[in-house]
């Protein structure tokens, strides 16, 4: 008893300075954090739990957002995303996902003109910007904190001045629960949004849409794919790829890990010819947070 009660105040304790010592690393000189994040300091401090969430990488401001001056970096806990318990313990943070295992993976796609991209829990928006560098029709967002969606549009409106001629970024507030089954082609993407129940609740809406005709055919990027389990017992789509993606050198330090596992689906209706012999690698969740492809 007195063990969980001590337990207690120490998460407590931890939470309470988890912001403040966010705010205080994100201030830091470059040069500073740069020292600090060495490749050899950060994998001991990442162990530390008081210092995991610095660790993180997740404050610093990524190098996307240097590239195209835009705001994607942070990190929101779920409890301030929504404020219905029952809805937050489902959710996961905000982070943004790293551009280059993004990039790898929708290269994976071949031809995917016309297609519709669509992130859902867009958060601030980082697929979208990165989706608005390939041929898609429109980079669509859903994202359930509406704060979080003000600056994906705010992102999507710097990329639209700079690169007229990309595809438009719409970012919409929504609960994945609510959304309208897709229609066309599309291609879905997450970077590990919730957990099982939603994305069953995700998956039935997909399924109604190939099974009723009003999607062609979809492809499933799953980003970290905790609840892949979900989409593996799909009688409406097949795997089209699986492996661990590693983060580019000049990403590492700007996320928790080193690499990502990247599982992808497409329909079983209108499929494209396989072209990965090691698509049926087994993931492994290790905890809601993480999982790994074996
Ligand atoms: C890990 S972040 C990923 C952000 C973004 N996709 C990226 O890769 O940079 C997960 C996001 O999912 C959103 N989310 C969680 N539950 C949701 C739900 N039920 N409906 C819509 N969005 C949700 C969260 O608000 C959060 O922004």
Redesign the pocket.
Known sequence: MRTTTHGGSRVAWRRALKQPLLNVVARLPDGVQRAMFAPRIRRICIRVPLLRAVYSGCLRRHPIDLQYGTD?SGLVDAEA?QRDAS?AS????????QPTIIRRALDTLGDIAGYTFI?????KG??LIVASEYPFALALG????AE?VKVANANGAVLARRFPQRPPIRAVT????DLAVPSGKVVVF?????GPE?MATLLAKLEEGLAGGTLDHLFVVY?NPVCGEVFDGSGYLQRWFARMLAYDHRELGFGPEDQEGVVIWQSVRNARPDAFADRERPITSRDRLSAVIE
């Open positions: 994607t995303l809805l489902q959710l996961r943070p905000y982070m943004g996902s992130d859902i829990g867009c958060g980082r697929p859903y994202d359930i904190s979080l929504a609960n994945v629960a997450m970077f590990n949004p919730f939603l980003d």
